[in-house]
Nanobody, 123 residues
Framework: QVQPVESGGGAVQAGDSLTLSCLASWRSFDMYPMAWFRQAPGKERDFVAAISYNGARTTYKDSVKGRFTISRDNSKNTMYLQMNSLKPEDTAVYYC????????????????WGQGTPVTVSS
């Protein structure tokens, strides 16, 4: 069963940093493009960043460029999201998704999702 598991969320102050992890429990993790999405209260799940199966390509939401870094370690079946200079508007539940086909910005491109990890940034 393809079921990612997120961890690393928490409550921080504006300007702080957090690193989220997404652990894959299935084999062939290195064949799946992966992404981070987030969902703020009362809003839809929104794209944050994506990474190709081998980590060679990445793409980001404009509002997180220069602050967030997506990466993966296929030897550990894990994807990461390093978040620096956090802002209150980054408050959301963060989800990792796995795609069977290609990486992209659209939620429908991702086939498997974790349960999410909450991030709260206070001013």
């Amino acid at each position: 069963q393809v079921q990612p598991v997120e961890s690393g969320g928490g409550a921080v102050q504006a300007g702080d940093s957090l690193t989220l992890s997404c652990l894959a429990s299935w084999r062939s993790f290195d064949m799946y493009p992966m992404a981070w999405f987030r969902q703020a209260p009362g809003k839809e799940r929104d794209f944050v960043a994506a990474i190709s199966y081998n980590g060679a390509r990445t793409t980001y939401k404009d509002s997180v460029k220069g602050r967030f870094t997506i990466s993966r370690d296929n030897s550990k079946n894990t994807m990461y999201l390093q978040m620096n200079s956090l802002k209150p508007e980054d408050t959301a539940v963060y989800y990792c998704g796995a795609a069977i086909a290609s990486m992209g910005w659209h939620i429908d491109q991702y086939d498997y999702w974790g349960q999410g990890t909450p991030v709260t940034v206070s001013s």
